[in-house]
């Protein structure tokens, strides 16, 4: 799997999985980043390429294995858009940086509909809007031992598992969930916003108005740290899993009064 670094100034629009575990790094319905406008299927100067993938006539060019389906694959470096990829439109599996993104309209047919990772990674600075999976709706951070989430908007994501917005796996240490806002996500269990199995840092984050699923799941209270956060009107309530830190370490129920978050 490529290891990408830092990656500034991105968009991934409408991108959407056909077969789970198919392309290894690639998008969707790929995005111009001069123009903003969708790449039709099989157009080159898509986002990312993959690794290994089929051609258009169903080949594995450079001698690649073939994964995922005939005519919808990726050209071996030939960063083209496809339709069809992989846990989610960007799977990161190795430490990776993600700065000033925009992810729309996303969807995955395993976890993490807009971002999977199974490493550390820091994302700051970006918009999360719509996208949807199995768990994560937006983001899938599968047992990340660094990093952290910062000054994202995540609204209007869809989880049928847990974490509508974002599912954070088992960690051996925290990591960071700092400034954000989580409006509007969905979740068919647990963690309308944020489900997390990792001790985290959760601090100055808004939790409004989740639609089902709560606020925020933990299943590590004993070892994480809850300060400044505002959580109002989540259904399913504002806390779960953990105790309520209402009124104690800057903790506040108090409606935000966004005009508008999406």
């Not at 995955?108 to 550390?120: K, L, N, R, S």
């Not at 989540?234 to 009124?247: E, I």
């Amino acid at each position: 799997h490529q290891h990408l670094g830092e990656l500034v100034g991105f968009a991934f629009v409408g991108a959407e999985l056909l077969e789970h575990h198919g392309l290894d790094q690639g998008v969707g319905q790929g995005v111009d980043l001069a123009t903003g406008r969708r790449l039709p299927q099989g157009v080159e100067g898509g986002l990312i390429g993959v690794e290994r993938g089929l051609d258009a006539a169903g080949e594995a060019p450079g001698g690649g294995e073939p994964r995922g389906e005939a005519g919808r694959g990726v050209d071996h470096g030939a960063a083209t858009a496809a339709q069809g990829v992989f846990e989610g439109p960007l799977s990161l599996h190795g430490a990776a940086s993600l700065w000033e993104g925009t992810l729309f309209w996303n969807s995955a047919g395993g976890d993490g509909g807009a971002i999977y990772a199974t490493d550390d990674v820091t994302l700051a600075r970006s918009y999360l809007y719509a996208n949807d999976a199995d768990n994560g709706g937006a983001i899938c951070i599968d047992g990340p031992t660094a990093g952290a989430m910062t000054n994202l908007r995540v609204t209007d994501n869809v989880a049928t598992g847990d974490g509508g917005g974002v599912w954070i796996g088992d960690s051996s240490t925290q990591y960071g969930v700092i400034n954000n806002t989580f409006a509007g996500n969905e979740a068919g269990g647990n963690g309308g916003h944020v489900y997390t199995e990792a001790a985290v840092e959760f601090v100055d984050n808004i939790l409004y108005q989740a639609i089902d699923g709560g606020g925020a799941y933990g299943t590590t209270e004993s070892s994480s740290d809850r300060f400044y956060n505002l959580a109002w009107d989540n259904a399913g309530g504002d806390w779960a899993g953990w105790s309520d830190p209402t009124g104690s370490s800057g903790n506040l129920a108090v409606d935000p009064g966004l005009v508008a978050y999406t």
